[in-house]
Each structure stands twice: as structure tokens, then as C-alpha cells.
């Protein structure tokens, strides 16, 4: 299993990213995938989740109605849409996929948000 995000960087408060994450290594359209964040001296948390077919998705209370959880399951790409970006949302942002009971982590992604 092969996670591999992209699309952080550095954004004023307000502004947009999007992330991405590529899957490899397992059947993609099968499984859950989930978008999880920690800041420094944080717990790791969820912030969006996304089905298999990708016609239900589930957010933490402090991202809903900014953050969008997509998937394309032909290309195995998981995608995070951030919108009003804020300092708080300044965290390494992972990818994640629970396997048979395991989880499944990618390297993460660096999201600044700051004037």
C-alpha cells in the first residue's frame, strides 16, 4: 500500500488548496479513505472522510462548509478541497486508508495558512 499526498504550501487566510492523494498497492474503489491532520503539540484528528463509491462523505465540525472530500476511483486519487482557509487550519495533513484492520498512512503534506 502506497499513499502519497500533494498540494500543500504556504496561503493567506482565506485563500484555497487543494490536496491530493495517490493510491497504489491495493483494489482503491473498495475501500473508505480518509483525510486526517495534526498540529504541532496536537493530537492527530479526522477531518473528512469519503465511501468507496464516493457518494457519502463526513466532516469534522471545524472544517464543514469549507473543506470538500472528492475521490476519482479511475485514477485512485484521493482530493481535499480547502476553501476560507484559516490560521487554525495550519496542520500536516495525511491520507489515510484502514486495510484489514490496519492503518494505512502517506508521508503528509504541510498546510500554512498565515499573512
Known amino acids: 500500500v502506497q499513499l502519497v499526498e500533494s498540494g500543500g504550501g504556504l496561503v493567506q487566510p482565506g485563500g484555497s488548496l487543494r490536496l491530493s492523494c495517490a493510491a497504489s498497492g491495493f483494489t482503491f474503489r473498495r475501500y473508505y479513505m480518509n483525510w486526517y491532520r495534526q498540529a504541532p503539540g496536537r493530537e492527530r484528528e479526522l477531518v473528512a472522510s469519503?465511501?468507496?463509491?464516493?457518494?457519502?462523505?463526513n466532516y469534522a465540525d471545524s472544517v464543514k462548509g469549507r473543506f470538500t472530500m472528492s475521490r476519482d476511483n479511475f485514477r485512485s486519487t484521493v482530493y481535499l478541497q480547502m476553501n476560507s482557509l484559516k490560521p487554525e487550519d495550519t496542520a500536516v495533513y495525511y491520507c489515510?486508508?484502514?486495510?484489514?484492520?490496519?492503518?494505512?498512512w502517506g508521508q503528509g503534506t504541510q498546510v500554512t495558512v498565515s499573512s
Open positions: 489515510n486508508t484502514e486495510i484489514v484492520g490496519v492503518d494505512n
Open positions: 469519503i465511501s468507496p463509491p464516493g457518494d457519502r462523505t
